[in-house]
C-alpha cells in the first residue's frame, strides 16, 4: 500500500504546500490510484498516464486554467506539460518499490525502462533490484541514469544504492 503522506512529499516540491492544503485529497488520490495497479489489468505507461492526468486536472481545475501556482519560496511558477510527467514518474516509484522483488517484476520495470525512459523505472532497477543483477548492469544503470537525466533528479538517491 502507498501511504498519502509519501504521496504528498513527492509532490510537494512541484505542487507547494498552499495547492496541497487546498487539495488535500489529491496525494492520496493518487497513492489509490498506484496500490490499485495489477500487472495483468494495467500497464505502469497506463498507471502513470492515470497519475499524470489526475495531476493535470486537479492543476487545472484549481487555477481556473492559468497553471500558475505559488511555491514555498514564494515564487510563482507556471507548470508545464512536462511538469506533470515528470511528477507522475516520480510517484511511480512509489509503486515500484513497493511490488515483491521478483524476477517477473523485474522484467516488467526493465521493459518499461527501455520503453519510457522512466528514471523511476531506472531507479527502482539501481536500486532495488541490484542483487538480481550483475554488477556490469549495474554499472550501466549508473551511466544511463547520470548521463540521460537532470542531476537534481538522482542526486539525492544515486549514491545510496553503493
Given at each position: ?5 509519501r ?5 510537494r516540491p ?6 496541497l492544503?487546498?487539495?488535500?485529497d ?5 497513492a489509490?490510484?498506484l496500490?490499485?495497479f495489477?500487472p495483468a489489468r ?8 492515470q ?16 497553471m500558475?501556482?505559488t511555491?514555498?519560496?514564494g515564487a510563482l511558477i507556471?507548470?508545464r506539460m ?14 515500484l518499490e513497493n511490488l515483491p522483488k521478483?524476477?517477473?517484476n ?5 521493459e518499461?525502462s527501455?520503453?519510457?525512459g522512466?528514471?523511476?523505472?531506472l ?19 549508473r551511466?544511463?541514469?547520470?548521463s540521460?537525466h537532470?542531476?537534481?533528479r538522482?542526486?539525492?538517491w ?5
Open positions: 500500500m502507498i501511504l498519502p503522506e504521496a504528498e512529499e513527492v509532490l512541484f505542487l507547494g504546500t498552499a495547492f492544503r487546498r487539495n488535500a489529491l496525494p492520496e488520490q493518487a489509490a490510484a496500490t490499485s495489477r494495467q500497464t505502469l505507461r497506463q498507471a502513470a498516464d497519475v499524470d492526468n489526475l495531476l493535470f486536472m486537479r492543476v487545472r481545475e484549481d487555477t481556473g486554467g492559468r500558475a501556482l511555491m514555498d519560496n507556471r507548470l512536462s511538469d506533470f510527467s515528470v511528477m507522475a514518474d516520480e510517484l511511480l516509484y512509489l509503486l521478483t524476477g517477473q523485474q522484467a516488467l520495470i526493465r518499461y527501455m520503453r519510457s522512466s528514471l523511476s523505472a531507479r527502482a532497477l539501481y536500486l532495488l533490484y541490484r542483487d538480481m543483477q550483475e554488477p556490469e548492469e549495474t554499472e550501466t544503470l551511466r544511463v541514469i547520470t540521460c537532470e542531476p537534481w538522482f542526486r539525492s544515486m549514491d545510496a544504492g553503493e
